[in-house]
């Protein structure tokens, strides 16, 4: 029987552009442990520095603590999962973790009023930002909770200039 070779491998060059607000796109899993927010928040100060977003640090980074904060508190495995995106002028920041959805009523209510109150500080940022926010069932990665922010890096710039 003849030795049947391996594939190869394709390559791919190495691209040596800088990068830019458009090709924001980064995925983080973090223990769920105290220190998570604190490495989320240092991780998104130099990946929007990176892609020349620095008039949205204040906010982000506030997104990103609250998301990430909440996240930990409430998954109930080891790890939760943040996610980083720019497009259409727009960061998006979710954060999954792995609390279900409560299917009776008075607990699930019970638990998004928590949720909610929990993410107070997120929603002043996001409505401060002419952005959103919100939660609910996450289908992926791993089912779960599903939290995200939406901030318009115009509405955002503004609410850095004015926090300052």
């Known amino acids: 029987m003849p ?16 990068p830019v607000p ?19 928040r240092a991780t998104t100060r130099e990946v929007l520095n990176a892609h ?6 204040d906010p982000a980074l506030q997104a990103v603590g609250e998301l990430t904060a909440v996240a930990a508190q409430f998954t109930e495995s080891p790890n939760f999962y943040l996610s980083l995106r720019y497009r259409a002028d727009t960061l998006r920041v979710i954060a999954y973790d792995s609390h ?3 299917t009776h009523p008075h607990l699930a209510t019970a638990c998004d009023t928590r949720r909610r109150a929990a993410l107070r500080v997120l929603a002043c940022v996001c409505r401060a930002c ?5 939660f609910g069932e996450a289908h992926e990665p791993c089912g779960g909770t599903r939290m995200w922010a939406r901030l318009p890096r115009v ?6 200039a004015t926090a300052s």
């Open 22 to 40: 458009e090709t924001l796109a980064y995925s983080l899993t973090l223990p769920a442990a105290l220190a998570s927010p604190a490495l989320a």
């Open 130 to 134: 002419d952005g959103s926010w919100g």
């Open 155 to 160: 509405g955002a710039g503004v609410y850095g």
């Open 52 to 57: 020349g977003l620095h008039d949205m640090l």
């Open 100 to 102: 279900p959805r409560h």
């Open 3 to 18: 030795l049947s070779r391996c594939p190869v491998a394709p390559t791919f060059p190495a691209d040596f552009t800088a």
